[in-house]
């Protein structure tokens, strides 16, 4: 339960960061996803959703090794 928190406490504070850093850029990015069909926000969610698995899982298989 601890990972978890600490996962989601870095993941805010990656998103709170570039929000502060490039409020702009986030604006055009979320008016850009509102433009987005729901099959492809669902693909993109998907795909991040996989891309973060693989992450955790390499880090946690090759963590023991280093």
């Known amino acids: ?6 996962a989601l ?5 990656i998103e709170g960061t570039l ?5 702009g850029g986030a604006k ?3 008016r850009r996803a509102l433009d987005l069909s729901d ?5 993109m969610g998907v795909a991040a959703l996989a891309l ?3 992450i955790v ?6 963590g ?3």
């Not at 339960?1 to 600490?6: A, I, T, V």
């Not at 099959?39 to 693909?43: E, I, S, V, Y």
């Open 9 to 13: 406490g870095l993941g805010l504070a």
């Open 1 to 6: 339960m601890s990972l978890f928190l600490l």
């Open 28 to 30: 055009a990015m979320m």
């Open 57 to 62: 899982a390499l880090v946690r298989g090759f």
């Open 52 to 54: 973060g698995v693989l």
């Open 19 to 23: 929000y502060a850093l490039f409020p």
């Open 64 to 66: 023991s090794v280093v």
């Open 39 to 43: 099959q492809g926000f669902r693909l």
